[in-house]
C-alpha cells in the first residue's frame, strides 16, 4: 500500500457519483464501488490517524487475514470479492460486506494493540504533484 493509494478512494468515488444515472453500469457494481472507496478511504484515514506526525507512511505493508484472526480457508484467497461472495451467500448480514461494515478504530503507538500493517517506508518524499 502506498501513500499516493490514497487518491483513489476518490477516484471511484467520483465515478460512482459520475455516472449515477448511467443505465449501462449495473446498481449493483456502483454499490460495489461505493464500498470500496469507503473502506479504502478508511484505511487512509487510519494510517494518518494512527501516525504520530499525522502523515501516513510511504508504504505500508498489511498482514494476511490469517495471522490477524480471521479464518484461512482453501477455497477462498485473501481478495476482498471473495469475501463480498460469500457475504452474499450468507444473507448479506450486517448491511455491508466485509471491510466495511465494522470499520477499524485508530490504534495508537504503545497501546499493547497491534496493528494489521507495518511501516514500510516512514520517511515523508517531497512529491512533485503537492
Not at 448511467?22 to 484515514?45: F, N, V, Y
Not at 444473507?91 to 511501516?119: F, H, Q
Request: aromatic content about 10%; proline content about 6%; glycine content about 8%.
Amino acid at each position: 500500500f502506498e501513500h499516493l493509494s490514497c487518491f483513489y478512494p476518490g477516484l471511484l468515488a467520483l465515478g460512482v457519483r459520475s455516472f449515477a444515472t448511467d443505465a449501462s453500469i449495473p446498481d449493483q457494481d456502483k454499490l460495489l464501488h461505493r464500498w470500496a472507496a469507503e473502506g479504502l478511504a478508511h484505511t487512509c484515514w487510519t494510517m494518518y490517524g494512527e501516525s504520530a506526525s499525522g502523515l501516513a507512511p510511504e508504504e505500508a505493508l498489511f498482514a494476511p487475514a490469517h495471522l490477524i484472526g480471521v479464518p484461512k480457508t482453501t477455497t477462498f484467497k485473501e481478495r476482498w470479492m471473495n469475501h463480498v461472495r460469500i457475504w452474499e451467500a450468507e444473507g448479506r448480514l450486517m448491511g455491508k460486506p466485509p471491510g466495511v461494515a465494522r470499520l477499524a478504530e485508530l490504534v495508537m503507538k504503545d497501546t499493547g494493540i497491534n496493528r494489521d500493517y507495518t511501516t514500510r517506508a516512514g520517511q515523508y518524499l517531497l512529491r512533485p504533484e503537492v
